[in-house]
């Protein structure tokens, strides 16, 4: 078990800057950033509910608010906010105990948020500060607190992402040590330990997310050379409302497969390995240049402890040994035909294998601007050779694939596209004419 202390020193968890090992690009990571989120609320501590949820009392008032913290997901305790939870998740016990430590009763806090009517589940939502005795200031960032502590999953809002850069490359440096959530020893002995397992999910469904929900899916894989029963583990998101449970005879030999597609379907249909979350909306966010959007995807055993995740955007070692490896050699974009139908797959993309070993392409994906080409699941390409996705219909083989569009996709002149891995990070890319 993780043994964490409120004895910490204040001073070494306030708001302060990341490594040179964390890429800043255009997010700031100032340690003041915080101050250009409005103050909402400014108040005490009631009691906390558990590791990312207190009751807060606002000055002036006499009745308590709930408050979801922003920017960190803690592991969920039994009885709160799941009446049907009957035990407390792995690290649940140990996120709460951190958190009480921090705000007792009768602590000062200022809560901050962009939106002041940021609601969840009848809970507002705010980044909390506590009051630093030291600085006399509310500058201990409690997100902060928790995401060192190794017992937070990274949780980023729509129109509230201004920290969430911050947190990200915090959780991303703690997984990278194995500590709290992502050690192996946090909750005893592992259900079977000799398991390997991959998860990777296309996040980006062809169209619009929301009528394509199926588009959206995670593909987990058996990378060890033992069988793993994965039947009533759990595929769940930064979200805790919607979890995806394996059904019995889950077995996975080596280098087996399931695509948990996000929707609505029968398991087995139209493939043998499809199986379907249930969800009637698009669960897994996508990226955005404007702010620091993502998500990430948990595989917990029946013991609810993480054998693998999926996270995007990359923040933290995100090289890839297919860089080189796999290279966009062809790029058609032009098209004469009469008929669309023939005009689309005139327009293709060969990608190359100049390596020595089968690439596999779980979570690969072709981009040109805002549309994705996710490649089929189980899709490879032997060494030396090539694989051709064309822009319009067709029935796929071996060496080709087709984007599925009705009409035509690239510019004669003036254009791009990319091969991205599966941490969203640009393997190959090519351009062609004059860019604007």
């Not at 408050?67 to 997901?73: I, K």
């Not at 998500?295 to 917990?300: I, K, P, S, V």
């Not at 993309?349 to 601007?369: A, E, F, W």
Request: with cysteine.
């Amino acid at each position: 078990m993780i043994c964490v202390s409120a004895s910490i020193a204040a001073s070494t968890l306030l708001l302060a800057g990341f490594p040179s090992s964390a890429t800043a690009d255009n997010y700031d990571l100032s340690q003041d950033s915080y101050l250009d989120i409005p103050i909402q609320e400014t108040g005490i501590v009631d009691v906390v509910l558990d590791g990312d949820t207190f009751r807060f009392i606002e000055e002036g008032a006499t009745d308590s608010v709930t408050v979801r913290l922003l920017g960190v997901n803690t592991p969920e305790i039994r009885g709160f906010n799941n009446a049907n939870r009957d035990k407390d998740m792995c690290g649940g016990p140990e996120a709460t105990r951190l958190l009480t430590s921090w705000l007792p009763p009768g602590t000062k806090v200022q809560l901050r948020s962009l939106d002041e009517a940021s609601f969840k589940d009848e809970r507002i939502q705010r980044y909390a500060f506590a009051w630093n005795p030291q600085t006399n200031q509310y500058d201990i960032d409690l997100q902060v607190v928790i995401a060192q502590s190794g017992l937070a999953m990274w949780f980023t809002v729509e129109n509230e992402s201004a920290l969430s850069y911050k947190y990200r490359v915090m959780i991303a440096q703690v997984q990278l040590k194995k500590i709290g959530l992502w050690s192996p020893d946090l909750c005893g002995p592992l259900e079977q330990p000799e398991a390997k397992l991959s998860v990777n999910v296309n996040w980006d469904a062809q169209g619009n997310d929301s009528t394509n929900i199926n588009g959206e899916y995670a593909i987990i894989r058996n990378v060890g050379d033992s069988n793993v029963d994965v039947t009533g583990w759990v595929l769940r998101d930064t979200g805790v409302s919607d979890w995806f449970r394996f059904p019995p005879g889950s077995t996975l030999t080596p280098n087996d497969f399931r695509v948990v597609h996000m929707g609505v379907g029968t398991n087995g249909t139209p493939n043998p390995r499809d199986l379907y979350w249930g969800s009637e909306v698009a669960l897994f966010r996508n990226t955005d240049i404007n702010s620091f959007l993502g998500d990430g995807a948990y595989l917990l055993d029946q013991n609810t402890a993480v054998r693998s995740y999926y996270e995007y955007p990359c923040v933290l070692d995100c090289s890839d040994p297919m860089k080189g490896v796999l290279r966009i050699t062809k790029v058609n974009a032009t098209s004469t035909a009469k008929k669309m139908s023939r005009r689309t797959n005139q327009e293709y993309i060969t990608i190359k294998n100049t390596g020595r070993s089968t690439v596999l392409l779980d979570g690969y994906h072709l981009r040109r601007d805002v549309s994705t080409y996710p490649f089929l699941p189980d899709t490879s390409i032997r060494p030396y050779q090539s694989l051709t996705v064309r822009i319009g219909k067709g029935q796929p083989t071996d060496s080709t694939q087709y984007w599925g569009r009705d009409s035509t996709l690239l510019r004669d002149s003036g254009d791009s596209v990319a091969l991205m891995s599966n941490r969203n990070v640009t393997i190959s890319a090519k351009k062609w004419g004059k860019q604007y």
